[in-house]
């Protein structure tokens, strides 16, 4: 299976914890009361900022102005993007494409565990860990000599928990902190400097099915919004929509494997592992990075 393109150019410069919180803070804000239109002082206001600082810290995250990037958490542009998303799909399979593609950096590409090694949960294994900043929050990045196994978002409250039930998955595996080298794949991901064309590769456990679930995920581009019964059918399992929201709660990789572009055919976000917040943030970082990519390329061409 080719490896799929992805596309990771994020301003790295505002990524700690603190404006990850106040960003969110600001966006769940802002979509709970994007009918009533608040101005810029109120959303300030509701993240402790002046309006210049609060306008000036989420520009440079967004790359757009908080007024502007309202217009992507709303239920009627998450159902344009699920029509945009399922046409872009079908021409991907009819030219024969192994993803549809916009500007990118960055190759995945999944590796199932055999189930031998699922089974035995762990052992003989080596995985390497380390705690990095994003911007999108504080994240656990873990890899075996083959692969990522884990990237899990983190909240000031639950960093504890998760790093416990992170061992509990590999209760048999050698597990050692390994800041350098999940550093370097932090930096790979997030950063748009590193070197490209060189596949991140994933190496994860699960049942086939939330293989399968996983690997079509891959397909999603960038930007892109799926529903939960689209996705089904494109596997070619139709009534199995309820399964595959099940298989999505279990993704054991975020963001490299975008469960965060599933939604609720009536254009609700629906569910998130790593919280209701982090998925409208993503969803609308990337919408928003897309706008950002079609007007340098209209100006290129001009």
Same mark, same amino acid.
């Given at each position: 299976m080719k490896p799929v393109q992805m596309n990771f150019l994020i301003e790295t410069s505002t990524s700690d914890a603190e404006t990850y919180e106040r960003i969110a803070q600001a966006i769940a804000f802002m979509r709970q009361n994007h009918l009533n239109q608040p101005d810029l002082a109120t959303i300030a206001q509701q993240v402790h900022l002046s309006e210049y600082h609060f306008q000036r810290l989420f520009t440079r995250w967004a790359g757009i102005s908080p007024k502007h990037f309202v217009q992507y958490l709303t239920v009627e542009y998450a159902k344009s993007k699920i029509a945009e998303t399922a046409n872009l799909l079908d021409l991907t399979a009819e030219v024969g494409l192994s993803s549809p593609g916009r500007l990118h950096d960055l190759f995945v590409k999944l590796e199932a565990m055999s189930p031998g090694e699922f089974k035995a949960g762990g052992i003989g294994l080596q995985i390497g860990y380390g705690i990095h900043p994003t911007p999108f929050g504080d994240c656990l990045i873990a890899t %075996?000599?083959?692969?990522?196994?884990?990237? /899990?978002?983190?909240?000031? %409250?639950?960093?504890? +928990?998760?790093e416990q039930a992170f061992r509990l998955e590999w209760a048999n595996a050698d597990i050692r902190q390994d800041q350098q080298a999940t550093q370097e794949i932090c930096d790979r991901i997030f950063e748009p400097s590193t070197t490209k064309n060189k596949p991140l590769v994933l190496h994860v456990k699960g049942t086939n099915f939330q293989i399968q679930v996983w690997r079509a995920l891959l397909s999603v581009p960038f #930007?892109?919004? *799926? *529903?939960?019964?689209? $996705? !089904? @059918?494109?596997? #070619?399992?139709? *009534? @199995? !929509?309820? !399964?595959? #929201?099940? @298989? $999505?709660?279990?993704?054991?990789? +975020?963001? $490299?494997?975008?469960? /965060?572009?599933v939604i609720r055919e009536s254009g609700e976000f629906g569910g998130f592992r790593w919280g209701l917040e982090r998925k409208t943030v993503l969803l609308g970082w990337e919408a928003s990075r897309n706008q950002n990519q079609n007007q340098n390329r209209e100006q290129d061409l001009t």
């Open positions: %075996t000599p083959r692969g990522i196994c884990n990237l /899990h978002f983190l909240d000031i %409250t639950s960093k504890d +928990a998760v #930007g892109g919004i *799926t *529903t939960y019964q689209g $996705l !089904a @059918a494109g596997m #070619g399992r139709p *009534t @199995a !929509a309820r !399964a595959v #929201g099940n @298989a $999505l709660g279990s993704n054991p990789v +975020a963001y $490299l494997i975008p469960c /965060h572009r």
